[in-house]
């Protein structure tokens, strides 16, 4: 399957002030919030505030059906931040440079690198990535640029719940093996026994909604940056299955 890197539109970023929550914890996802396709950040039911965190998104891109790129920004409508594009999108992209985060004996999360929390008993550098597709694409879905970590059907998607979708997972352009594949991270963001990807990058998963499903995709990757022990990627793939017509 042939891929292609296509360009990002940056949206700027500035530092965000420490909070006392696990950094890793979280991802991010586009879904529908009263007819408007938002920018969602947080775990499970959790849907925190994705505004106050919107200076740490690095970039929103939009494509339409041929993956040609469409303008597209982020803008914050009250309590959550909307997609805006000159024309309907057929997908959506955006990447969080979460920052660096260290935890302390107390358990306490702070929005530092190791070399400024030395007694630090983990210190991580967090990135979230989210894919949402308004359709069923018709051609291959591409790798993003700037997406360290991706999450792409492999045989398309099948529109009834209960059926097996084959996913491939990439990590830095190339697909990676032992990535974890989340199927539900809205419904069962504590899921007991998740997919793991094959050799080939590869995992195949049940859909679980017959409305929006969230799949996400999560990998520690090694890093010579002396101010953390690892990079932490969670990347989200989101799409919705169409129920019967009312």
Not at 6 to 19: E, N, P, Q, Y
Request: net charge negative; charged share 20%; glycine share 6%.
């Amino acid at each position: 399957m042939a891929f292609s890197r296509l360009a990002t539109v940056a949206v700027g970023a500035v530092t965000l002030a420490a909070m006392a929550m696990p950094a890793s914890a979280h991802g991010i996802w586009f879904a529908q919030r009263a007819r408007q396709l938002a920018l969602i950040y947080g775990v499970g039911a959790d849907d925190l505030d994705a505004v106050k965190r919107l200076p740490l998104v690095k970039s929103v891109t939009g494509y339409d059906a041929d993956w040609a790129p469409v303008t597209t920004s982020l803008r914050a409508a009250g309590i959550i931040p909307v997609v805006d594009s000159d024309e309907p999108v057929a997908a959506v992209a955006a990447i969080m440079d979460y920052g660096y985060w260290s935890k302390t004996p107390d358990g306490e999360w702070h929005n530092k690198g190791r070399d400024e929390v030395p007694t630090a008993t983990l210190a991580e550098h967090n990135f979230k990535y989210a894919v949402y597709l308004s359709q069923v694409p018709t051609k291959p879905v591409p790798l993003f640029e700037g997406h360290m970590l991706q999450v792409v059907p492999v045989d398309g998607i099948p529109q009834k719940m209960g059926e097996p979708m084959k996913v491939r997972v990439f990590y830095k352009g190339k697909p990676i093996a032992g990535a974890t594949v989340m199927q539900d991270y809205v419904n069962d963001p504590d899921e007991a026994a998740p997919a793991k990807t094959a050799a080939d990058g590869t995992a195949t998963i049940k859909l679980r909604n017959q409305g929006i499903n969230v799949l996400m995709a999560i990998y520690v990757g090694q890093t010579a940056d002396k101010r953390v022990d690892h990079e932490e990627y969670r990347a989200s793939l989101s799409f919705v299955l169409p129920h019967a017509p009312e």
